[in-house]
């Protein structure tokens, strides 16, 4: 019998990756509904080669103006009641959260309450309420299966494991575009600059959360949520190869990792044919050609934002909220050139120190912090 899949964040980088490998397999998959922001050609492209029973986008506007282009019987929603209807109400028993940002929450809380499995790319989803996520889930039974790579890494380096033998993650990280620059070389570096990632192909915001080592700040924290760890137990490494994708350390001091070329319809594909595997379109790795693989030690003081995730993590509470949505604000405002590239951590550090915690949010809680951290950053000013 085919899956059933939604794909939320159709259009962007982990979207389009996930439509390509389901495309490859199309006796598995039925895709039955698709949701994205504002890229509508795109959208209508995806609606007529796979035939979702339902499509949602970004805003009435846009819905207005595909909705004459649309498939026949394809059903058209728009916003945020639109995404929750892609999530939970197109009869996926499986849902692919790529979306940017915080936007994902509460589709992802509505695909868990409709007993989907949850294929989660999105790790600011866990950043912002890992403790109602992971909660919810469990309650449900649903399983929460990671795509991004460091996750996936982990995640197989688990299989058949006794998690209580676990002594620490290792998470790998390339260091980004300005990985070989030192601090008084970044303050005049361009978006430009910024966008041209060494290893991977990925979305604007996520390459610039690369370069600040925002992103590897919100993959600590979506660990933790993922696989239960204290952040004492969750390090971080400089691995500019991006071959290795992460490690497991256990008690008996073994460490096991997952290799690859940087391809993420590998961890893609993994997570919707899990626990199963299946041939894959990547091109398989050559250890040989790849050469020497080089490792160091983080530099706190070289990357402040990841100091941050740390310490907004270890604080719980909404402190993860504040960061991530200070930093997805910011990182617009460094996109379209308000803000030199250095200030997107001046931002979320200000942000962060004019925040008080609140411990055990509720969803209505973390919504204030969030909005309240938004408008502090865009009127942020040097």
């Given at each position: 019998?085919?899956?059933?899949?939604?794909?939320l964040?159709?259009?962007?980088?982990?979207?389009?990756?996930?439509?390509?490998?389901?495309?490859?397999?199309?006796?598995?998959?039925?895709?039955?509904?698709?949701?994205?922001?504002?890229?509508?050609?795109?959208?209508?492209?995806?609606?007529?080669?796979?035939?979702?029973?339902?499509?949602?986008?970004?805003?009435?506007a846009?819905?207005?103006?595909?909705?004459?282009?649309?498939?026949?019987?394809?059903?058209?929603?728009?916003?945020?009641e639109?995404?929750?209807?892609?999530?939970?109400?197109?009869g996926?028993?499986?849902?692919?959260?790529?979306?940017?940002?915080?936007?994902?929450?509460?589709?992802?809380?509505?695909?868990?309450?409709?007993?989907?499995?949850?294929?989660?790319?999105?790790?600011?989803?866990?950043?912002?309420?890992?403790?109602?996520?992971?909660?919810?889930?469990?309650?449900?039974?649903?399983?929460?299966?990671?795509?991004?790579?460091?996750?996936?890494?982990?995640f197989?380096?688990?299989?058949?494991?006794?998690?209580?033998?676990?002594?620490?993650?290792?998470?790998?990280?390339?260091?980004?575009s300005?990985?070989?620059?030192?601090?008084?070389?970044?303050?005049?570096?361009?978006?430009?600059?910024?966008?041209?990632?060494?290893?991977?192909?990925?979305?604007?915001?996520?390459?610039?959360d690369?370069?600040?080592?925002?992103?590897?700040?919100?993959e600590?924290?979506?660990?933790?949520?993922?696989?239960?760890?204290p952040?004492?137990?969750?390090?971080?490494?400089?691995?500019?190869?991006?071959?290795?994708?992460?490690?497991?350390?256990?008690v008996?001091?073994?460490?096991?990792?997952?290799?690859?070329?940087?391809?993420?319809?590998?961890?893609?594909?993994?997570?919707?044919?899990?626990?199963?595997?299946?041939?894959?379109?990547?091109s398989?790795?050559?250890?040989?050609?790849?050469?020497?693989?080089?490792?160091?030690?983080?530099?706190?003081?070289?990357?402040?934002?990841?100091?941050?995730?740390?310490?907004?993590?270890?604080?719980?509470?909404?402190?993860?909220?504040?960061?991530?949505?200070?930093?997805?604000?910011?990182?617009?405002?460094?996109?379209?050139?308000?803000?030199?590239?250095?200030?997107?951590?001046?931002?979320?550090?200000?942000?962060?120190?004019?925040?008080?915690?609140?411990?055990?949010?509720?969803?209505?809680?973390?919504?204030?912090?969030?909005?309240?951290?938004?408008?502090?950053?865009?009127?942020?000013?040097?």
């Open positions: 019998m085919k899956k059933k899949v939604a794909v964040g159709s259009t962007g980088s982990i979207g389009t990756q996930t439509l390509d490998v389901i495309s490859r397999d199309p006796a598995s998959y039925e895709v039955v509904s698709l949701a994205a922001g504002t890229q509508d050609e795109l959208l209508l492209e995806q609606a007529h080669r796979f035939k979702p029973k339902l499509v949602s986008i970004g805003s009435q846009l819905a207005d103006k595909i909705r004459g282009d649309l498939p026949s019987g394809t059903k058209l929603v728009w916003g945020e639109g995404l929750v209807e892609a999530a939970a109400g197109a996926a028993d499986y849902v692919v959260c790529a979306l940017m940002g915080s936007l994902g929450l509460k589709s992802t809380l509505a695909a868990i309450d409709a007993g989907a499995a949850i294929g989660l790319a999105n790790k600011e989803t866990l950043v912002t309420a890992g403790h109602i996520v992971t909660k919810r889930a469990a309650e449900k039974g649903v399983p929460l299966l990671p795509i991004d790579s460091e996750h996936s890494a982990i197989q380096c688990l299989n058949g494991e006794d998690r209580g033998t676990i002594g620490r993650l290792i998470i790998t990280a390339s260091g980004g300005f990985r070989d620059l030192g601090r008084d070389e970044l303050r005049g570096v361009t978006v430009e600059d910024a966008l041209k990632h060494p290893n991977w192909s990925m979305g604007a915001k996520i390459t610039i690369s370069a600040t080592m925002a992103n590897k700040g919100l600590v924290m979506e660990a933790h949520w993922l696989f239960g760890l952040y004492d137990r969750i390090d971080v490494v400089l691995h500019p190869e991006s071959i290795v994708h992460s490690m497991v350390e256990f008996d001091t073994s460490v096991m990792a997952q290799l690859g070329n940087p391809d993420m319809r590998v961890p893609i594909q993994y997570a919707l044919t899990y626990p199963e595997r299946q041939p894959s379109p990547a398989p790795l050559d250890l040989l050609r790849a050469g020497t693989l080089h490792f160091r030690e983080m530099d706190f003081a070289r990357y402040p934002c990841l100091r941050m995730a740390y310490e907004a993590g270890r604080a719980g509470g909404t402190a993860p909220t504040v960061f991530n949505a200070a930093n997805e604000v910011a990182v617009a405002r460094f996109l379209k050139r308000e803000i030199p590239f250095l200030a997107i951590e001046d931002i979320i550090e200000s942000a962060l120190a004019h925040h008080e915690a609140t411990q055990a949010p509720d969803l209505e809680a973390i919504a204030f912090a969030d909005g309240r951290a938004r408008e502090f950053a865009a009127a942020w000013r040097k």
